[in-house]
C-alpha cells in the first residue's frame, strides 16, 4: 500500500430466518433399510421436504430484494422474533409520479392507453438518471399485469407496428422489443425485469393472507454499474449463516 492506497470496509446486517421441517418416525424407519426400496423412497421424503425449505429461502431472499427496490426493509422473522430492518438509501428526489413530477408532470397515467406515453416517460426519467446520477440505468422492474397494460398502449403498438399494415421492425420501433409470449423485454433499451411472484403472509390473525411481490402500480429502473466501483456489478448475495 501507498500514501493513496484507500481501505474501504463494509458492515452487513444478516437477513435471518427460521424454517423446519417435522420427520415423522415413519420416515425414519424407512432410512433404516439400507439398499432396499423402502430406504431410497424415505430418502425422496427428505428430499422433498428440503427442497420444500431451499424453494422457502430463495422465496424470503425474492420479497427482501423486492422491498430494498421499494424503499427499504421492515421484516421480522415469526419463528425466531429477530428483525431484518434496512433503508435503501434512494433519495427522495428519486421517486417519481407520472402525471404530477417532474419531469413526466405532463404525462398521463399509465392505465391511460390511449393518451399515456411510457415509452417517452422512461426516455426521460433515464435522462434524469443520467444527468443528476452520472450512471445509465440497465433494467426496469414492473409487474406482469402492467407489461399486459402496456401492450394496449397506443404509443407502445405504434413502436411495434409503425403504420396499419404492421410494416417490419425499422427505426425508432426498436425501442419496444418483444418476447415470444408476445409482451415487451426491452422498453428503450433498458431490460424488463418481470416479477408476477405471489406468496402467502400470516396477518395479526393466523390467517394466511396472498401477497404480490410486486405491485402493479410501481415501476423500478436501476442499473447494473456501480460508477464507483467500475468493473463491479450490483446485487451480490452473501448467504453467511446456516443452522443445522
Avoid: C
Avoid at 425422496?44 to 422491498?67: H, I, T, Y
Amino acid at each position: 500500500l501507498n500514501t493513496f492506497a484507500k481501505a474501504n470496509s463494509f458492515s452487513f446486517q444478516a437477513a435471518y430466518f427460521r424454517r423446519g421441517q417435522f420427520i415423522d418416525q415413519d420416515t425414519i424407519n424407512y432410512l433404516r433399510a439400507p439398499g432396499s426400496m423402502t430406504q431410497e423412497y424415505g430418502m425422496d421424503l427428505v428430499q422433498e421436504q428440503m427442497q420444500e425449505l431451499l424453494d422457502q429461502g430463495n422465496m424470503m431472499f425474492s420479497v427482501l430484494r423486492a422491498k430494498l427496490f421499494l424503499g427499504g426493509i421492515d421484516y421480522t422473522d415469526p419463528e425466531t422474533g429477530v428483525q431484518v430492518y434496512a433503508v435503501s438509501g434512494i433519495p427522495a428526489g428519486n421517486f417519481y409520479t407520472v402525471g404530477t413530477s417532474s419531469p413526466v408532470a405532463s404525462s398521463s397515467v399509465w392505465s391511460d392507453i390511449t393518451n399515456a406515453t411510457p415509452v417517452s416517460d422512461v426516455q426521460k426519467l433515464m435522462f434524469v438518471a443520467r444527468l443528476e446520477g452520472k450512471n445509465t440505468p440497465t433494467h426496469i422492474v414492473m409487474n406482469g399485469s402492467l407489461l399486459h397494460l402496456l401492450m394496449q398502449n397506443k404509443e407502445v403498438r405504434s413502436y411495434i407496428h409503425p403504420d396499419a399494415t404492421g410494416a417490419a421492425l425499422t427505426g425508432l420501433s426498436n425501442l419496444v422489443q418483444l418476447g415470444p409470449d408476445g409482451l415487451p423485454t426491452r422498453i428503450a433499451g433498458l431490460e424488463v425485469v418481470r416479477m408476477d411472484t405471489v406468496y402467502d403472509e400470516i396477518d395479526g390473525s393466523g390467517n394466511l393472507v396472498r401477497q404480490y411481490l410486486w405491485p402493479v402500480n410501481k415501476v423500478v429502473m436501476f442499473s447494473m454499474n456501480n460508477p464507483d466501483l467500475p468493473g463491479q456489478i450490483l446485487g451480490n448475495t452473501f448467504l453467511t449463516k446456516g443452522e443445522h
